[in-house]
């Protein structure tokens, strides 16, 4: 049983950033995969970036070289920067662990999501 919490979210200009924090608490086995995925209004939940334990990482190809994932393990905490943001990543963003690697939306748990909108 995990609880994630996100925050960071908010809104932004395009050509801005923002850093979204995800901190899980809970029995959280050693071996996890953190990651972000996003969901936008009227489309299907993609995967925006994940990464192993041991630091491997995956991201979108619309999002590569804009975002960077990070992970923190003394504070189970898993980062998201978000660079020269544009209104295509206007979605909720919510944080994912599970076990395994690579990182797979049916299974796993999940935080309540934080709003990022990008809009002048």
């Known amino acids: 049983q995990v609880q994630l919490v996100e925050s960071g979210g908010g809104l932004v200009q395009p050509g801005g950033s923002l850093r979204l924090s995800c901190a899980a608490s809970?029995?959280?086995?050693?071996?996890?995969?953190m990651g972000w995925y996003r969901r936008a209004p009227g489309k299907q939940r993609e995967l925006v970036a994940a990464i192993s334990s041991v630091g491997l990482t995956n991201y979108a190809n619309s999002v590569k070289g804009r975002f960077t994932i990070s992970r923190d393990n003394a504070k189970n905490t898993v980062y998201l920067e978000m660079s020269s943001l544009q209104p295509d990543d206007t979605a909720i963003y919510y944080c994912n662990v599970q076990v395994g690697w690579p990182a797979r939306p049916e299974y796993g748990s999940w935080g309540q999501g934080t709003q990022v909108t990008v809009s002048s």
């Open positions: 809970g029995s959280i086995f050693s071996i996890t995969t």
